[in-house]
């Protein structure tokens, strides 16, 4: 289910949100980076301005471009995994806009070994960050007129979150609850559980206790590919699922 207040930049051609997307009480820019193609969120107040990074994982000077041309001020750098994908660019953002960074505990040691990720793809590592907050399960993030809630959803990597806006997204009513899954859930798949700290058991009771409890509309934005929605998780039938979720 395709999300209104949702924008697709694979490139720098189009920079523009849709008619009306920010009549939806939020602004949303996905944009798709690196070798992995890592989607990038920034999801701002359209009044005051001010901004959430989640996951840039990688070609920064994009993403200081979008947040320049619609004036965006960024208020907190958040990452919902510590994947090399997911937090390559935390250091540069950081650097540029002075915001603070945030992710789980549970993933600092993961982030801290970039040079072992980097070496897995053949790539060199990037310069890491302190990280300044570190998130927990129930935490609300507050920007401009905006609220989101950290759901800790391990499984993919000890310290996976996912980031939910439920309809009264604090003083912003919603046309539809939004949820940022990171790489836990995809359309049509979750996430890989093979690689540092991940386990299948864990990851299923992710979904199955957590996401999976979220209302069917609620807007599915995974960490790689296209938007689905709960309702349609729970009920997809398509083939190469991994796991059943209900």
Not at 14 to 27: C, I, N
Not at 54 to 70: A, C, F, M, T, Y
Not at 149 to 164: A, E
Request: with cysteine; proline share 7%; aromatic share 4%.
């Amino acid at each position: 289910m395709p999300c209104e207040t949702n924008v697709i930049l694979p490139s720098m051609d189009d920079l523009t949100p849709a008619v009306g997307v920010e009549k939806q009480g939020f602004l949303h820019i996905s944009i798709p980076v690196g070798m992995l193609q890592c989607n990038c969120s920034i999801i701002g107040d359209p009044v005051t301005r001010e901004a959430l990074v989640v996951d840039p994982g990688d070609e920064v000077s994009r993403i200081l471009e979008l947040l320049g041309r619609h004036k965006l001020k960024v208020k907190a750098i958040v990452s919902t995994h510590a994947h090399i994908d997911h937090v390559g660019g935390l250091s540069k953002l950081h650097k540029y806009t002075g915001a603070p960074v945030m992710m789980h505990r549970e993933d600092l040691p993961l982030y801290q070994a970039m040079d072992v990720q980097a070496s897995f793809l053949g790539v060199m590592p990037p310069d890491v960050t302190d990280v300044h907050q570190l998130l927990t399960d129930g935490d609300a993030l507050q920007w401009g007129s905006l609220e989101m809630q950290v759901i800790h959803t391990p499984g993919h990597t000890p310290g996976s979150v996912s980031l939910y806006m439920p309809v009264e997204a604090g003083k912003i009513t919603l046309a539809a609850p939004q949820l940022f899954a990171g790489d836990t859930l995809f359309a049509g798949s979750i996430g890989r559980t093979d690689l540092w700290g991940g386990s299948m058991e864990a990851i299923l009771d992710s979904l199955r206790g957590k996401l999976m409890a979220l209302p069917d509309e609620t807007v599915v934005h995974p960490g790689h590919g296209p938007t689905t929605s709960i309702g349609e998780e729970r009920q997809s039938t398509r083939p190469g699922r991994r796991a059943t979720l209900a």
